[in-house]
Every structure is written in C-alpha cells, then in structure tokens.
C-alpha cells in the first residue's frame, strides 16, 4: 500500500502543452503539497493544501494551478508548459496536528517533468 | 521568515568514516527539526527528528540533536556504509496552520569500498 502515490513517474511533454500531474495520499492527512525540485536536488514549497483550502500559494507562475477535489487528493495542472518548467515535482502530505509538532511530512516518488 | 542552511557537499568518505552534515536553522516560536534522506531516483524518506529543544532523534545509526542554543541539528553516523550514499536534506516544520516545511539545500553524500 502506497502512502503518497503520484502519477506520472515520468511525463515528456513538448513547450506549450498543457499537462496535470495526479497526486493520492491514503494517510487519512489533512494537509497536502507540492514541491519542485531543481536539477540541483534544491527544493521548494510550491502550495499546500488543508482540508481542500489553499493555505500556501508561494510565487509560481499563474500557468500553475492545484486542484483539490477532497482531501485525500491534490493535483497539479500546469499550462503552457516551458522548457524552465522541468523539474521533479514532489506531492506530500502531513497530519495537521494544531497545538503538537509530533508530526512529519510524507512523500510521492517525484514526478519528472522533461518539456523539449 | 524560517529557513534551513546545510552544508551542500559534496560529501566523500570511505566506508566505515565518520559523518557530520551540519545544519543551523532559523525560525521563529519552536519549530519541529528533521533529517530526510533521498536514494537515487526515489522520494524523500523521513529519517529522525527532533521535535523540542535537546531530544535526540535517532535511526539506523544516524543521530542528530536539537540545540536551540546554536539553532544546529547536526546529522552524525559513527561508521557509514556504502548503502547510505545519497542526498541528506535538514527540514524544519513551524507547526502552524497548514505547517509549512522547509528545507536545506540538500547534501549529497558518496560513501566509497
């Protein structure tokens, strides 16, 4: 039983495509993300989601857009891919425990998006 | 706002060296401190944390401790193995609303026979 599944593993797109990439978490968490990670392995919150709302809409280009049907899934559509889109896009998930820090962050295995 | 500083590496050793990754963070309130390891080709897997001021978190030999004094959560291993070659991140969680985690840089580790 996979914790965080995403889907694609792998995604070759050509510059201007459109494409989504699928995310599923069976934690039972209330909070879902998506990370990018660059070819030098840095990574970076892109949103997070609890309970289906937007908390955390970092500075990512509109072409983005999270898609949150319920909690358990979060999936991320992308417009007009570019070429500085490649990347490795990680889904994760947490439990939102307000008032303990008992709690850790759970991830897919990447994504990784090539646009020629 | 919070933010996690590491050394980025690369890191070499030979089998059975001792390993130090050194992290310092900078947050406000507590925040919760973790290590997680990425194999090649693979997602990111918690490996300990620490979650108040002096707790050690440990696991498969790795060990790390929460010092708020220095804000540090250095990552240790007394004897590494060829099989732990891979990229180490620091994280830290504020716990907030929507607890957002951030991340070091990442160090890649190679442990050579």
């Known amino acids: 039983d996979t914790a965080v599944s995403q889907t694609p593993k792998y995604l070759v797109t050509q510059m201007g495509n459109d494409k989504s990439i699928k995310c599923e978490q069976n934690l039972g968490h209330d909070t879902m993300y998506w990370y990018k990670q660059d070819s030098k392995k840095f990574l970076k919150i892109m949103f997070s989601?609890?309970?289906?709302?937007?908390?955390i809409n970092e500075t990512v280009p509109n072409r983005f857009s999270p898609k949150s049907p319920d909690k358990a899934h979060l999936n991320l559509h992308i417009n007009s891919l570019e070429l500085g889109d490649s990347a490795v896009y990680f889904c994760?998930?947490?439990?939102?425990?307000?008032?303990?820090?008992?709690?850790?962050?759970?991830f897919g295995q990447g994504t990784r998006l090539t646009v020629v | 706002g919070n933010s996690v500083t590491q050394m980025e590496g690369p890191v070499t050793l030979s089998e059975e060296a001792f390993l130090t990754i050194n992290c310092t963070y900078t947050?406000?309130?507590?925040?919760?401190l973790f290590w997680y390891v990425q194999y090649p080709g693979e997602g990111l897997q918690l490996l300990l944390k620490a979650t108040k001021a002096d707790d050690k978190g440990s696991n498969k030999g790795f060990e790390a401790t929460y010092r708020k004094e220095t804000t540090s959560f250095h990552l240790e291993k007394g004897s590494v193995q060829v099989s732990d070659s891979a990229v180490y991140f620091c994280?830290?969680?504020?716990?907030?609303?929507?607890?957002?985690?951030?991340f070091g840089p990442g160090t890649r580790l190679s442990v050579l026979p």
């Open positions: 989601y609890n309970n289906k709302e937007l908390i």
């Open positions: 947050a406000t309130g507590y925040p919760s």
């Open positions: 994760a998930s947490s439990q939102d425990l307000r008032g303990t820090l008992n709690t850790e962050a759970f």
């Open positions: 994280a830290l969680s504020d716990g907030n609303y929507g607890q957002n985690f951030v």
